[in-house]
């Protein structure tokens, strides 16, 4: 119910990244069914659109849930910055061990910008293609940690 | 709060066909003050944009909540070929009896898809002109039976 | 749970305005520092892409949750003739007080169209650029009422 | 030459419409093979997106090419009412012979348009999925009798 | 001929501004006539999209028309830091004479940008709402210039 | 003049790749200053979308310019198979010696498709994010190839 009380900001955020989805411990076959021309030896790349939406009450002096002069650098720095022109499954750390689905980089995404100061991180949507795209709220233990 | 735990995933599809707004058990005048030139007796058509969202677990080995392959062939079969340059309420035996607005039609193709086996059916959202879009997320029944 | 049976139908509205970000009880270099050059003494402008979304049961006889035919007056007479090509400060009453940032443009929106007869306002959403949009959806003594 | 001095202006107009790719005197197979599931007997539908481009010189004391306040008058008459949610096959007289493909339509469009008293105009863009469009800038007769 | 050899880049940039159509040697009747709600004293805004098209030989060495590192900061500090959150009419200063309409401000950026040193100018369009678009590309002095 | 006759038709296909700017024989410096972010080691990626404008006359048979059922299979194996999910440095064998620039991608593009037999290839275009676009229509040779 405290939801009600919110009112939500989305902003938009772009990179362009290359992966490759491909995991050592499956076979061949396993790589070539399940990621298919996804799990290619040399990657290919995307333009992510990167959504966040952030929430909270209207400051009644400002007129605004939070400052995007805030919200910008923070995204700038914890993805943007990290993830733009990067061959993310050797230059994002997270994505040596973990295969950078889209799936999974939407939730280091979100990893990434639950600590933002200055208002509550609601969701993060990714869009990897035209036709696709991913959105994350948040784990359990955050879930329970937002709650007053 | 099951909710918390998902990652969702919306996939576009896209279909051309027509249709027209008329029920036989209304007078000319009803159909034309409800349906206004949707109810022309030839017919009119849209190129329809549908985004199926399906959502679950990431499943730690593969790193994704379902596999594309095998969304796409459930989703072409089920709908995009059944109703693909279709003239709807001749060709789609369901609208021979409910007239196929926008809200039936988005209803069909939930009634349609809600059985999906390898992820679970969150919402279909259909966009009939740049104007115009309309969600739907289940019935109760539908709900009730997926709460675990 | 209600919510399980319904159908929700989002429409699309564009007005072009202009606005300035400044409160005369700021320094000037809060308001600087807080707006930006949103608040350059001129003001400045935008194409704002309005969504508004309703929703209800599908009417069993009409296959309808609305009829648009009742929803586009409604909009354009309570919001798009009231905003559209006007300066929002001067020419709007509530933003004679109000600063008009997008936040308090959406909140006003949608304490105009909340009283909307054929069906029940969900939210609504305001896109003041490519890269930013807004959504409310409703005060708490909005939701209140609105649940039987 | 005499195009450097002008400046062209696009307007955007949308219709939705029904039609059916098939003539009578080609067999099924070449029916089939020739226009595929376009040919199916009920016909389909599009939202089609039109853009008209007129070109001229810039008025000196109002600072504009033409006045929309007569392009748009004009453009519905002659192409938006005629066409918007219509059967074109059976509706549009021009295509009782005429198979109407996205060809021909746009040879239509332009055809009804070039009468366009206040600027010149330059071309016809028919917008018939998001994946394919089509423009027409005259045939060679319009052409000539433009020159001066 | 010439223009065989060429390749294009179209890059696109974003203002907002506001602004006011209107002369003060019209009578009210005119201007009303004229233009519209767009004479409103106050003054209405738009988000402004521009693409600026160049052309040139693709350099054998770089494979590149021209290096946006140099484009960028042209077109921002000749175009984009004079527009943006600015009232056109007062803010710049070739519109304290001429009118602001989208043609006006078509040529004046294609005025500002024509010297771009490192390639040809071929044209600037400017997107003034999802409906309108003005193009141009250059008087017939620049054009004589152009050619070797 | 010839122009005069032709209607265009302009279809859309995407692809996703990688790609590395880089020169072996420029400096570290050089790479860097020219292609800036661009030039990192492991490459970055992009959804490309691609867009072929062939012409022609209608046929007054058919009522087309060429039929897509030709057109799809041949841009699918010329360009789309051989590019999609690739690195483009390395799997596409004209980008081992040239730097894979959109630029150099769209003229190899269009020497790949200028050889479609059924109609004429006006023009491809490349966009390689939603700010930059590319443009080619042809060298000199293959100009004067088409003049009748």
Redesign the interface.
């Known amino acids: 119910?405290s939801?009600?009380?919110k009112?939500?900001?989305?902003?938009?955020y772009?990179f362009?990244?290359?992966?490759r989805?491909h995991?050592p411990n499956f076979s061949e076959t396993d790589n070539q069914r399940?990621y298919?021309?996804?799990s290619?030896p040399?990657?290919?790349?995307?333009?992510y659109s990167l959504e966040v939406t952030i929430s909270g009450a209207?400051d009644p002096?400002?007129?605004?849930?939070a400052?995007?002069?805030e919200l910008d650098p923070f995204v700038e720095r914890e993805v943007v910055e990290a993830f733009?022109?990067?061959?993310l499954n050797?230059?994002v750390p997270e994505f040596n061990k973990?295969?950078?689905?889209?799936?999974?980089i939407?939730?280091e995404i979100y990893r990434r910008l639950k600590g933002f100061p200055a208002a509550r991180l609601e969701r993060v949507r990714l869009e990897e293609?035209?036709?696709?795209?991913?959105?994350?709220?948040?784990?359990?233990g955050?879930?329970e940690q937002r709650a007053p």
Do not use: Q, W
């Open positions: 119910m939801r009600a009380l009112l939500s900001l989305t902003r938009r772009r362009a990244a290359s992966h989805l995991r399940i298919g021309k996804c290619n040399h990657g290919h790349g995307h333009n209207v002096e400002t007129g605004m849930v400052n995007l002069g733009d022109h990067k061959y050797e230059e973990e295969v950078p689905t889209a799936e999974n939407c939730r293609t035209s036709k696709n795209s991913f959105e994350f709220d948040g784990e359990i955050d879930r």
